[in-house]
């Protein structure tokens, strides 16, 4: 057969001339058959014309050689022997991309394969290199933006609808796609990152655009919270302020100046301004404040109670006649609880005589070092009024290798600071199930508070024209957290011991150990709020938490709070974290 071929190359018209031979619009045979068909009719055996196909794209058109088919080159002749191959792969490329039925490679239902112009065959070869699986469609196609990677997830999920069989299930709209899950196998935070709401990808060919399906993204996704949002809401109104001092100052004043008039023991007290107030690290309402009312006691002696470093008997050096305070000795020891209930008495009957104000004192707590005072109108406001023993000696060894403010505030402000008072408050000691009710308390608040005054490494640090640090901030954010967790938990019992004094101490402990200012930049606010954080959690799970002037008191120790308390606590704070902070928005 191969010598006849020659011969009917030899005898093919040129390219040029009007006798060549044109394929006919459509694959269509002419009214005369030509040299070339008749060529190709001794090479091929074609089957009878089957019945028009299914009207498909005009890609898919433009692909089989149908109508706008460019018309061949008869000078081709070489190309036209491999068209049978180069065209099997055409058939499947639209058949997928249809979802037809598969036809035989070798055989085209619709046009024989020499009358397919070069155009389709170098289609053809593109679908026959495209990759294993994925789907390809007839028609030029362009590749599909790297933005809309979840779009072609979707689109390899989307169910078949030419052919009517079943596809795989896509997902329903709005729920996450798989491909998220491998990414948090790969340790992406998808889970933790706001992510644009995908818009429509775009197809190649021709047809409309394809919405891309939903992410299922979260209304807050966690971890965006805005710290200084929070701090906004917690921000003191002042005319709340003003309003809440002016009643608390007429109450103590009233009560400071009965006090000082009266032939009492407490003559001789004076007032001592502590707590949050006063820190002006005070958040949510103006309705709670601390008042020590400081007396002071010359020439004592402490005796530590236990080893505790914290509790002491105190002891007069000496005890001359008419020392207004020999009533509340036991056996040479200064009675705490002798002493603050009848410290309790006089304000019991000094708040009688208080005009224009409805306050009450509160029943007595056990083991609290206060006398609590209601102010019922305007609005309700606690007072706690603690009674204090001054002392001038110098501080107890216990603290020896407390305050360690060295590298953040200098050893000139440490000492400095040594050599004021310290102060005795009648907190009792735990003995077993009970109280060993003469003890007393070490006190320094009134340093806490100049801690927070002037806390910067600068000694314009948070003023007017200095550089603003964020340290009172993140206080004020742990205070609040622990604040709305016992809120969220007041029917439980695990949140009962833990108060405002341990996360300050933590507090304290962080500034330690970042002592810079450049460390607590007003821009770092949420990375310098998650490490106060970060330590707290630390002190609950190693159950040590150092007091920061005596650091051989542990106040996360098993007999101060119990294991499954701190536990608890513990899985909270790390909810709350790993979320974006919920409980802030609530209550």
Same mark, same amino acid.
């Given at each position: 057969m191969r010598p006849a071929l020659q011969a009917a190359e030899r005898t093919s018209p040129p390219s040029g001339s009007r006798g060549a031979a044109r394929a006919p619009r459509g694959g269509r045979a002419g009214a005369g058959p030509s040299r070339r068909h008749s060529r190709q009719a001794r090479h091929f055996r074609?089957?009878?014309?089957?019945?028009?196909?299914?009207?498909?794209?005009?890609?898919?058109?433009?692909?089989?050689g149908g109508p706008g088919a460019p018309a061949m080159d008869p000078r081709r002749g070489p190309a036209a022997r491999t068209a049978p191959k180069a065209g099997a792969a055409a058939p499947k490329a639209s058949a997928q991309g249809g979802r037809g039925a598969l036809t035989e490679p070798d055989v085209s239902p619709a046009v024989p394969a020499a009358a397919r112009p070069?155009? $389709? &065959?170098?289609? %053809?070869?593109?679908?026959?290199?495209?990759? *294993?699986? !994925?789907? +390809? =469609?007839?028609?030029?196609?362009? @590749?599909?933006?790297?933005?809309?990677?979840?779009?072609?997830?979707?689109?390899?999920?989307?169910?078949?609808?030419?052919?009517?069989?079943?596809?795989?299930?896509?997902? $329903? &709209?709005?729920? %996450?796609?798989?491909?998220?899950?491998?990414? *948090?196998? !790969?340790? +992406? =935070?998808?889970?933790?990152?706001? @992510?644009?709401?995908?818009?429509?990808?775009?197809?190649?060919?021709?047809?409309?655009?394809?919405?891309?399906?939903?992410l299922g993204r979260r209304g807050a996704p966690p971890g965006a919270w805005e710290p200084r949002a929070v701090l906004d809401k917690l921000r003191l109104s002042r005319q709340e302020v003003s309003a809440a001092a002016e009643v608390v100052n007429r109450v103590v004043d009233h009560l400071l100046q009965r006090l000082q008039r009266r032939e009492s023991e407490f003559r001789g007290v004076a007032l001592l301004?502590?707590?949050?107030?006063?820190?002006?690290?005070?958040?949510?309402?103006?309705?709670?404040?601390?008042?020590?009312?400081?007396?002071?006691?010359?020439?004592?002696?402490?005796?530590?109670?236990?080893?505790?470093?914290?509790?002491?008997?105190v002891k007069f050096k000496r005890n001359p006649k008419g020392n207004p305070l020999s009533q509340f000795l036991e056996e040479e020891i200064l009675s705490a609880s002798k002493m603050l209930s009848k410290f309790r008495k006089i304000i019991k009957e000094e708040i009688k005589h208080i005009e224009d104000t409805d306050v009450i004192v509160e029943r007595k707590r056990r083991g609290s070092p206060a006398v609590t005072l209601l102010i019922r109108k305007p609005k309700e406001i606690s007072v706690d009024i603690i009674l204090?023993?001054?002392?001038?000696?110098?501080?107890?060894?216990?603290?020896?290798?407390?305050?360690?403010?060295?590298?953040?505030?200098?050893?000139?402000?440490?000492?400095?600071?040594?050599?004021?008072?310290?102060?005795?408050?009648?907190?009792?000691?735990?003995?077993?199930?009970?109280?060993?009710?003469?003890?007393?308390?070490?006190?320094?608040?009134?340093?806490?508070?100049?801690?927070?005054?002037?806390?910067?490494?600068?000694?314009?640090?948070?003023?007017?024209?200095?550089?603003k640090c964020c340290r009172k901030d993140c206080l004020k954010?742990?205070?609040?957290?622990?604040?709305?967790?016992?809120?969220?938990?007041?029917?439980?019992?695990?949140?009962?011991?833990?108060?405002?004094?341990?996360?300050?101490?933590?507090?304290?402990?962080?500034?330690?150990?970042?002592?810079?200012?450049?460390?607590?930049?007003?821009?770092?606010?949420?990375?310098?709020?998650?490490?106060?954080?970060?330590?707290?959690?630390?002190?609950?799970?190693?159950?040590?938490?150092?007091?920061?002037?005596?650091p051989g008191v542990n106040l996360f120790s098993q007999d101060q709070i119990e294991k499954i308390s701190k536990e608890f606590l513990s899985k909270q704070i790390e909810y709350e974290r790993n979320n974006g902070f919920p409980v802030f928005g609530e209550f």
């Amino acid at each position: 057969m191969r010598p006849a071929l020659q011969a009917a190359e030899r005898t093919s018209p040129p390219s040029g001339s009007r006798g060549a031979a044109r394929a006919p619009r459509g694959g269509r045979a002419g009214a005369g058959p030509s040299r070339r068909h008749s060529r190709q009719a001794r090479h091929f055996r074609f089957p009878p014309r089957p019945p028009a196909p299914a009207r498909r794209p005009v890609g898919a058109q433009a692909a089989l050689g149908g109508p706008g088919a460019p018309a061949m080159d008869p000078r081709r002749g070489p190309a036209a022997r491999t068209a049978p191959k180069a065209g099997a792969a055409a058939p499947k490329a639209s058949a997928q991309g249809g979802r037809g039925a598969l036809t035989e490679p070798d055989v085209s239902p619709a046009v024989p394969a020499a009358a397919r112009p070069p155009r $389709a &065959e170098r289609r %053809a070869r593109q679908g026959r290199r495209a990759p *294993c699986g !994925r789907r +390809a =469609r007839a028609g030029p196609r362009e @590749r599909p933006p790297r933005r809309a990677q979840s779009a072609r997830a979707g689109q390899e999920q989307e169910p078949s609808s030419a052919a009517g069989t079943a596809g795989p299930a896509g997902p $329903a &709209e709005g729920s %996450a796609l798989s491909r998220a899950g491998s990414r *948090c196998e !790969r340790g +992406a =935070r998808s889970a933790e990152t706001a @992510r644009p709401q995908p818009g429509p990808a775009e197809l190649g060919g021709v047809g409309p655009l394809v919405p891309a399906p939903s992410l299922g993204r979260r209304g807050a996704p966690p971890g965006a919270w805005e710290p200084r949002a929070v701090l906004d809401k917690l921000r003191l109104s002042r005319q709340e302020v003003s309003a809440a001092a002016e009643v608390v100052n007429r109450v103590v004043d009233h009560l400071l100046q009965r006090l000082q008039r009266r032939e009492s023991e407490f003559r001789g007290v004076a007032l001592l301004h502590t707590g949050s107030y006063y820190e002006r690290v005070k958040i949510s309402a103006p309705n709670e404040f601390d008042v020590m009312f400081k007396l002071e006691v010359p020439r004592i002696e402490l005796e530590e109670y236990c080893n505790s470093g914290a509790h002491y008997f105190v002891k007069f050096k000496r005890n001359p006649k008419g020392n207004p305070l020999s009533q509340f000795l036991e056996e040479e020891i200064l009675s705490a609880s002798k002493m603050l209930s009848k410290f309790r008495k006089i304000i019991k009957e000094e708040i009688k005589h208080i005009e224009d104000t409805d306050v009450i004192v509160e029943r007595k707590r056990r083991g609290s070092p206060a006398v609590t005072l209601l102010i019922r109108k305007p609005k309700e406001i606690s007072v706690d009024i603690i009674l204090a023993l001054e002392s001038k000696s110098s501080w107890p060894a216990s603290t020896k290798e407390g305050l360690p403010i060295n590298n953040w505030l200098g050893t000139k402000v440490k000492n400095s600071l040594r050599r004021q008072p310290f102060y005795l408050v009648p907190k009792h000691a735990k003995e077993g199930n009970g109280f060993q009710e003469e003890t007393w308390r070490l006190s320094f608040s009134h340093i806490e508070k100049d801690i927070l005054k002037n806390h910067g490494q600068s000694k314009t640090c948070c003023e007017t024209h200095g550089v603003k640090c964020c340290r009172k901030d993140c206080l004020k954010l742990m205070k609040y957290l622990l604040e709305q967790l016992k809120k969220k938990f007041g029917n439980r019992k695990e949140l009962d011991k833990f108060c405002s004094y341990h996360v300050k101490t933590a507090f304290f402990h962080v500034c330690t150990q970042d002592p810079h200012d450049s460390q607590w930049h007003s821009n770092d606010l949420e990375s310098c709020f998650d490490n106060c954080v970060t330590y707290f959690l630390h002190c609950l799970k190693t159950e040590r938490l150092e007091h920061y002037f005596i650091p051989g008191v542990n106040l996360f120790s098993q007999d101060q709070i119990e294991k499954i308390s701190k536990e608890f606590l513990s899985k909270q704070i790390e909810y709350e974290r790993n979320n974006g902070f919920p409980v802030f928005g609530e209550f």
